[in-house]
């Protein structure tokens, strides 16, 4: 699903490297040794001085760390385009360390389309404290295809005054499926107007929103090859049943159907949603687009989670890098975005040129040494309720990530329906819904070999 780039917080500058591109030897540095050159992209646009600045004197402290690197900063936003990837990875022009998601890791390993960097690894400093299990994504036959850089798993957003005012205690959000319906009701029944939770049912986000509750129940979309549906399930059944009972027995999720991610992020700014399902980046986006007070924000761990739906990206090398340009981008990602006060994570700096600092948009280091010294950083220098996220950060480190599933959008849509049945009709058939879902996607699956 796209996400709003609001997740990377202080620090929504994607990293990706291209080689000199001049087909020439490297010449040699005042040194004597082999000169390397790599040009980097993601560098901020002209519009944000303070950022831009921040990075230059990035750039120009690791030249100074690193004799004979030069590195060359090109202005390139987005700094992940879907539209040119695919064709700048088959044409070969694709940088020297760049940018690949999550949902595209398989495809681009497969392919011979990354360099193996298991050599190299130890060119990141931190290396063993990044979370086994995204370097286990990143790995195929024993060797390593790339750099974790950005995690996101799902939690459970809530409206903390919200809370307070249904008489609940919001430092104790609910834990499981059962405290969640609870609590819904709670809200809810503050008056007219009040939703206690809110969900989507269509424009794709009603399928995506039922995946998240599927993962965290600990079912699948899909069965392991791929080739067919899994999602009619004891596990799919129990997520829509679930739904039902708080719109049509608890009267709990109001009676306007969500479609589109604007609406339901817009309900939530509005201040009478009491949750919602949703990683940090959701509280990003109510407060900075739908107007909503940080302060009534929170976010926790997955209710009762199994796994969570997880995105995120990783730094992958170009195969045609000579060892000299992988060092050096390895060692440049090492710096920008893998050492403690440097980089990204200079949050003091990200606090003294007014950025936010605080919510927990990054947990590739999990609750790892190095993890809890970045997020003791985090903390000294927040400008956001920290308190508010605790929850959340001592949750997801220990939830496994699972990545969407492939042709998502196009799975995504059928599902939508099954999430409009149950949420439009109270005496929608859940069983029926599944199946014709099922049929749906098989039919695509099938189509798409």
């Known amino acids: ?106 495809d681009v390993i497969s392919k011979g389309q990354a360099l193996d960097i298991t050599p190299y690894t130890n060119l990141i400093k931190n290396w063993d404290d990044l979370r086994a299990d995204h370097k286990e994504l990143l790995t195929k036959d024993g060797k390593v295809y790339g750099v974790p850089n950005v995690h996101y798993s799902v939690g459970l957003v809530y409206n903390r005054a919200l809370f307070q005012k249904a008489g609940l205690n919001p430092d104790a959000p609910p834990k499981t499926w059962a405290e969640v319906r609870e609590a819904a009701k709670k809200i809810a029944a503050l008056g007219p107007g009040y939703v206690g939770y809110g969900e989507y049912s269509g424009g794709n986000t009603g399928g995506w929103h039922f995946t998240q509750a599927l993962y965290g129940r600990g079912g699948d979309v899909l069965t392991p090859d791929g080739k067919r549906a899994a999602f009619n399930s004891p596990e799919g059944k129990a997520v829509l049943q679930t739904l039902h009972d708080m ?120 609750d790892s040494p190095t993890g809890q010294a970045i997020q003791a950083e985090r903390e000294k220098n927040a400008t956001l309720p ?9 949750a997801a480190g220990n939830v496994p990530p699972k990545a969407e599933p492939p042709h998502a959008q196009e799975l995504y849509a059928i599902l939508d329906v099954p999430m409009s049945g149950v949420l439009s009709r109270k005496d929608a058939n859940i069983d029926q819904l599944l199946a014709d879902a099922e049929k749906k996607a098989n039919a695509l699956l099938a189509a798409k070999g």
């Open 386 to 394: 920290v308190a508010n996220y605790a929850s959340y950060v001592e």
């Open 247 to 366: 719109r049509w027995v608890d009267d709990s999720m109001g009676t306007k159907l969500l479609v589109g991610w604007e609406s339901l992020m817009m309900a939530m700014g509005s201040g009478k949603v009491g949750m919602m399902l949703g990683a940090p980046d959701v509280i990003t986006d109510v407060v900075t687009k739908f107007k909503g007070d940080v302060d009534d924000y929170g976010i926790t761990g997955f209710p009762e989670a199994k796994a969570s739906l997880s995105g995120g990206e990783a730094f992958m090398i170009n195969p045609k890098a000579t060892p000299e340009q992988a060092k050096a981008a390895l060692q440049w990602l090492d710096f920008r975005y893998n050492t403690v006060g440097k980089g990204r994570f200079d949050f003091a700096r990200g606090k003294a040129i007014g950025n936010p600092v605080g919510v927990p948009d990054n947990a590739v280091y999990g």
């Open 1 to 106: 699903m796209q996400r709003s780039t609001g997740l990377l917080l202080v620090t929504a500058l994607s990293l990706t490297a291209t080689a000199c591109g001049s087909g020439d030897e490297p010449a040699p540095s005042a040194g004597g040794a082999s000169a390397v050159s790599i040009t980097v992209a993601c560098q901020p646009a002209k519009s944000a001085p303070k950022e831009r600045k921040a990075w230059d004197d990035d750039v120009a402290t690791f030249m100074k760390e690193h004799p004979g690197v030069t590195v060359k900063s090109t202005d390139q936003q987005p700094c992940f385009d879907p539209k040119t990837f695919g064709p700048k990875l088959a044409g070969g022009q694709m940088e020297t360390a760049f940018v690949v998601p999550m949902t595209n890791y398989d």
